[in-house]
């Protein structure tokens, strides 16, 4: 990576025993391999980043590493917990942020962190302070009153994320975080989650379209392809690892995931796409 992209570089220090553990985890529809033997380990405290056209298999991983959605076979472990068999647990350590909208707009900010308070079964005399300082980490207090359904779209992200961490987990899964925000409400959802990570040590997983994110953010990247991680390490790793020399970030996707960034996809990706996007103003 270029010195000096990376905003948190002084941050590695956090990093230590893995926290996800994937074992050849494999998910099939009928006879379409979705996911294919995925093997992957990540560090806690680390922002790793899962890249891939549409229909790589991302979403998919997500999925299956969230309990939402069992793998065909194989393995993977949060925070030492088994995805399959130990799903509960699982879901008392992370934090997930899927790409449709998952807060209530006929209730105020406060009032949607307050039923995931209950939720995540925080104490009862925990659970207002505990709100309040969700809603001032992410800069929504002077908001918290207000309806969601007001909100602008990097509004309701920041949103997302306070209730997604109110319990504080070791994991947070975020599934194209910033798909549908203009450049400044990408970069304030960005500086929350480069905050939550330098506060909390929460380790972050992500999918994202946009490679200058990575590039910016991430301590390691995959890319995959056909359900297959194509390729992982580094930015500067990935960039170095084409014919020996050095290539831009697009270029090495172009490489290993078989097309461009913005090559399209599916005509029921590129729906929820911009129903998401439309969703957040």
Known sequence: ?????RKHT???VLMSDIVLDISVLTRRFGTFTAVDALTLAVNGGEVFGLLGS????????IKMLTTLLRPSSGEARVAGFSITTQAVRVRRVIGYVPQAVSVDGSLTGYENLLLFAKLYDLPRPERKARVN???????L?????????????????RLEIAQSTLHRPRVLFLDEPTVGLDPIARDAVWKHLTDLRSNYGTTLFFTTHYLEEAETHCDRIAIMHLGKVAALGTCK??????????STLNEVFAHYAGGTPDSGGTFRAVSAERAAALRLG
């Open 1 to 5: 990576m270029v010195q000096g992209r």
């Open 10 to 12: 002084d941050l590695r």
């Open 54 to 61: 549409n229909g790589a298999g991302k979403t998919t991983t």
């Open 133 to 139: 300082e969700a809603l001032e980490f992410m800069g």
């Open 141 to 157: 207090t002077a908001d918290g009153g207000r309806l969601v359904g007001e909100y602008s779209g990097g509004m309701v992200r």
């Open 237 to 246: 790793e990935l960039e170095s690892s084409i014919d020996g020399r050095t």
